[in-house]
């Protein structure tokens, strides 16, 4: 299992939104690549990066951090704002290892295949769901679809990941919500980065014991805990070894 610690950017600063609302900001950081090398130096391979800006405005504005992150060795997993094929390769030129399509695939399933064709495992999607149902726009519309079926749909075209954030759970410290990552997992044969809701290191011991039970489950991303030194990576990293 991979622990991704994630950092939001959103006017160039790491920050958490709660439940995605851009009006519950909580500013940690003021230069994100200081944070990124603090996980590199803990051990993390990977790093989560969400460029909230983008994702509200629809198109990538914080490539030039991504850039940074990705120079001092992290792999990057980027979403907000991808929603064209030049914005993903431009990513991709930029040191992104794994783009997030968001809003696009729940828009588009010829357009994630197209990508999916192009790029292979270099895609995944991330599915924010809100009472089961897809949100989109970074979160501000919720869609009548499905979480679960829009995650089988991805599976059919080749999707080998899938991201999958509980809303209701996102920066709230209550506990990741097991049963509706447990479905998830049971969706499908693809991989599965649990998102939302982490909040103390047995939430991590929880999902490693979940991902002896299903071997989909790819990781989980963790945010706010590590801001708030409620967990340490280091330990997280352990236990997920």
């Known amino acids: 299992m991979t622990i991704y610690p994630a950092i939001d950017i959103r006017g ?37 990066v969400v460029d909230l800006d983008g994702a509200f405005l629809g198109e990538p504005q914080n490539l030039a951090v991504v850039q940074a992150i990705a120079s001092i060795g992290m792999k990057v997993e980027l ?6 094929r030049a914005a993903i390769e431009r990513a991709f030129d930029f040191g992104v290892s794994r783009a997030v399509i968001g ?28 009472d089961g149902r897809v949100a989109v726009k970074g979160w501000v519309d919720t869609t009548g679809t499905g979480a679960l079926d829009l995650a089988r749909r991805m599976g059919a075209i080749g999707v080998r990941t899938i991201i999958y954030t509980d809303i209701g759970t996102d920066g709230m410290l209550t506990g ?8 998830m997992l049971k969706a499908g044969t693809f991989n599965v980065i649990a998102s939302g809701g982490v909040s103390h290191r047995d939430d991590v011991v929880q999902l490693a014991e979940l991902g002896r039970r299903h071997a989909n489950l790819d990781g989980v991303i963790v945010g706010k805990a590590l801001y708030e030194k409620r967990v340490r990576l280091p330990d997280l990293l352990e236990i997920a070894r």
């Open 12 to 48: 160039g600063r790491a920050v958490r939104l709660l439940q995605g609302r851009a009006d519950q900001e909580t500013v940690y950081a003021l230069n994100p690549v200081a944070v990124a090398e603090e996980f590199h130096a803990e051990g993390s391979t990977w790093v989560h």
């Open 79 to 84: 979403g907000g704002g991808l929603r064209t």
């Open 103 to 130: 809003t696009r695939a729940a828009e588009s399933e010829a357009f994630v295949d197209e990508l999916v064709q192009a790029f292979g495992e270099k895609i995944a999607v991330g599915i924010d769901a809100k």
């Open 176 to 183: 990741p919500n097991f049963a509706a990552q447990t479905a």
